[in-house]
């Protein structure tokens, strides 16, 4: 997945999408979009497209997203059960217990008194 580097809009009554440098704010009605999508954009026929930037950079990560990643961690470290190496064991091997084979059956069948049929 790559990272947002655009915000798309639209406004239904101008029939305008307008593509701009990443929101630094949450809209209902705005979607932001990596860099592959930004650039090949295409909105329906009628419609025109309003480009504010053609340089897409990713926005640099903000305090909220450090404190999210670390709370992440954090979270992670304590639901992951500890397990020194004493208490460690080694499961048993599985064994399944196999019919037999059915018997091979030929393919073939010889049928004898038949005719030839290249005559």
Do not use: K
Request: net charge negative; proline share 13%.
């Amino acid at each position: 997945m790559n990272p947002a580097v655009a915000t798309l809009t639209y406004d239904y009554s101008d029939s305008t999408a307008v593509l701009g440098p990443l929101s630094t704010t949450a809209e209902p009605h705005a979607y932001d979009l990596c860099e592959r999508h930004a650039l090949t954009l295409t909105v329906p026929r009628g419609w025109q497209v309003v480009r504010l930037t053609t340089q897409f950079e990713p926005a640099p990560p903000s305090p909220d997203d450090l404190s999210a990643l670390a709370d992440a961690v954090r979270e992670a470290a304590h639901r992951r059960p500890t397990v020194r190496p004493a208490e460690r064991q080694v499961a048993a091997p599985l064994t399944v217990d196999l019919p037999p084979p059915a018997p091979a059956r030929p393919i073939f069948e010889i049928v004898h008194g038949g005719r030839d049929t290249d005559d």
